[in-house]
């Protein structure tokens, strides 16, 4: 596996927007919206990262709820902390390994 090039202008304006993608993912879509962000490789990596992060647990969470009978949904608490913790390493200006999910968005070549 490669390592992500280290870019030594990554901003604090950089690292609030890959942050707040995790949380809120309406965020990451709007940062791919808009033309001075996207073409920023730490925040587009990340707000990418972040809508399938957040995708993959919604269908997790579903199929867990529909397994259990409701009680899956328990986890969610659990989860946000998750994200919060991604979004904390985001704002240090570190890229995140999410297990699978990097992967995946490497292989697609969408990062």
């Known amino acids: ?3 992500q090039p280290v870019t030594p202008e990554i901003t604090s304006d950089d ?4 942050a707040l993608g995790y949380p809120i993912v309406i965020v990451a879509i709007i940062v791919l919206l808009m033309e001075e962000k996207k073409d920023r490789p730490f925040i587009k ?3 990418i ?3 399938a992060a957040n995708v993959a647990f919604f269908i997790i969470g579903t199929v867990l709820s529909l397994v259990t009978l409701g009680f899956g949904g328990l986890c969610v608490p659990v989860l946000w902390l998750v994200f919060f913790y991604w979004a904390y390493k985001a704002y240090e200006g570190e890229y995140v390994e999410i ?3 990097t992967n995946f968005i490497k292989n697609q070549g969408w990062v």
């Open 49 to 51: 990262q972040s809508i």
């Open 45 to 47: 990596f990340h707000a």
């Open 15 to 18: 690292k609030l927007w890959a």
């Open 99 to 101: 297990p699978l999910v």
């Open 1 to 3: 596996m490669t390592e």
